[in-house]
């Protein structure tokens, strides 16, 4: 009978740690249930149709802290002074709760910004957001065609609704907005209660509408913090609670089952700030800034052969894939990963008579250049003129490197090729590139662009992958323009087929009106800056 009734107790005190664990270490209680039912195991929300409601923090996202996010708006919108102050004020984050950490971390981060330069939330965030979706949650609550999925925040609207609506299909988003004078942010964001005075819940909860189902069929996954609890409350039938080792055993929702896919991204930033990662930045900043600059006077000083090796032992690795074919070709097509295409181009085919022809690189990159650079107007016919004087022999003769991109990708696609390099009616020899930063991004759509080669070379240790494929053999000069095309599609084809990226018919006008806002901006000689687009 004692060994019944001391098994009993044991028991019942591991349910009532598991208990007091739910609604006191994890930070939320499960929503209240009137009919006593168990919580429902999270796969068993994917059948049926209707409405899934979701929780972003903590429930869409593996994550248990909004820190970084808000560390990347303070970072790229607000400078690394904010930066910094937010990473000081972390200590003083962590003894609040979840909701008054958001509310403290969106002052520090949106105060004194201008609303309608605030482009964080649809160029740099949905990057760090999407690395972080919980495979699991999407599979059950998000993918299913079936059910209509309304996602819950705690953060600024402007921080998760481009990045729940555009890449993830979410049909509404309940978030609260941040409260604007003037037309800047007062780093204050509305009340819980302002944000459901303002929303027809009954509408946006109803399934029978959207999807044709039952429209009592509304299931739930909670998340971190208690805003917007009553939702779940009393709208769901049935809600997951995911706990802190439940999170932990997520994973991430793969690149290739992003319903969208992941194309243009902008911010300097090229990891994911933790408080962490942050701190080891900012103590990296002053060396790294010293490394930079040794790094670019040995572009500038010191030969080809002595400067490679220099380069290497302070930090830059690189990979070469030779090929005997392209050694005496004039003109190489190479896909733009960052400012230095051109230049590794030119060292690895030991050539110092290769010029870099450009767009819109600033005026202080061409000054810092190691090689000529060529710059293009975009007047199709001036251009292929000055191209072909170029390769002729005129104007210093030697060789070409042109990115028929017109414009940078991070990511393992290939925009649209001109085919203006296809219309000279030489020889070209493809040229794969692959690079990988760890800290930051030496590009920008919406930045300061002088700083782009100081960036890229700030990076502790900056890769590159350099290959040289196959010269494609092309007409006399002057081709027509469909067979300068298939030569121009063809050179892309090979690139992507090296690299193992997909080719888009996007175009540099397309990366610069989601990014930027704009066609694209260049320098022109009178320092004013003016719109172009993107017809070469």
Not at 87 to 100: E, I, Q, S, T, V
Not at 143 to 156: D, E, F, Y
Not at 470 to 494: F, L
Request: glycine letters at 10%; a positive charge.
């Amino acid at each position: 009978m004692s060994k019944a009734f001391a098994k009993s107790l044991s028991q019942l005190n591991k349910a009532l740690i598991r208990r007091l664990n739910a609604l006191f270490i994890r930070g939320q209680p499960p929503p209240a249930r009137p009919d006593g039912r168990v919580v429902p195991p999270l796969d068993a929300l994917a059948s049926g149709s209707g409405v899934a409601v979701c929780k972003v923090e903590g429930g869409l996202l593996r994550s248990s802290s909004a820190f970084p996010y808000f560390m990347l708006v303070a970072l790229e919108a607000g400078g690394l002074l904010r930066g910094l102050l937010l990473l000081l004020l972390y200590p003083a984050l962590r003894l609040l709760g979840h909701g008054r950490a958001i509310r403290a971390m969106a002052a520090v981060s949106f105060l004194g910004l201008q609303k309608d330069a605030f482009r964080a939330g649809r160029a740099a965030l949905p990057r760090l957001l999407l690395e972080d979706v919980s495979a699991e949650v999407f599979d059950a609550a998000v993918a299913s065609s079936r059910r209509r999925v309304v996602c819950v925040s705690a953060m600024p609207r402007v921080m998760v609704e481009p990045f729940l609506r555009e890449y993830l299909g979410v049909g509404a988003v309940v978030a609260p907005e941040m409260r604007e004078f003037r037309g800047r942010y007062l780093g204050v964001m509305q009340d819980e209660s302002e944000v459901l005075r303002g929303l027809d819940v009954e509408k946006v909860i109803a399934a029978r509408e959207e999807k044709g189902g039952d429209g009592d069929d509304v299931v739930g996954v909670g998340g971190l913090g208690s805003s917007f609890l009553h939702l779940f409350q009393n709208h769901c039938k049935e809600v997951y609670v995911p706990t802190e080792s439940a999170r932990r055993r997520w994973h991430a929702l793969p690149r290739r089952r992003y319903p969208k896919p992941l194309i243009f991204h902008d911010g300097r930033i090229a990891f994911r700030p933790t408080p962490a990662a942050t701190l080891a930045m900012f103590m990296w900043l002053p060396l790294g800034a010293a490394l930079a600059v040794a790094r670019i006077a040995s572009f500038l000083v010191l030969p080809f052969s002595l400067s490679v090796p220099l380069l290497a032992a302070l930090g830059m690795h690189n990979r070469i894939i030779a090929n005997p074919s392209s050694a005496a070709t004039n003109l190489f097509a190479c896909n733009h990963r960052s400012l230095l295409d051109p230049l590794y181009v030119a060292v690895v085919a030991g050539r110092a008579d290769l010029a870099a022809a450009t767009y819109s690189i600033s005026r202080l990159s061409e000054i810092l250049s190691p090689i000529p650079t060529f710059r293009l107007t975009r007047d199709r016919a001036a251009d292929c003129a000055a191209m072909q004087a170029k390769l002729s022999g005129g104007g210093g003769g030697g060789g070409l490197v042109v990115c028929p991109e017109g414009t940078t990708c991070r990511e393992p696609f290939l925009l649209r090729f001109s085919p203006l390099f296809a219309e000279l009616g030489r020889d070209v020899a493809p040229v794969a590139l692959h690079s990988a930063v760890g800290m930051f991004h030496g590009t920008t759509a919406g930045g300061w662009k002088a700083l782009d080669p100081l960036f890229l070379l700030m990076n502790p240790v900056p890769a590159y992958i350099v290959q040289f494929l196959d010269t494609i053999k092309c007409g006399g000069g002057g081709g027509e323009a469909e067979a300068a095309r298939a030569v121009a599609n063809e050179v892309q084809r090979r690139i992507a087929e090296a690299l193992g990226y997909t080719c888009t018919g996007l175009t540099r006008r397309d990366k610069y009106l989601m990014l930027a806002g704009n066609e694209g901006l260049v320098d022109v000689d009178n320092g004013a800056k003016k719109k172009t687009t993107s017809t070469t």
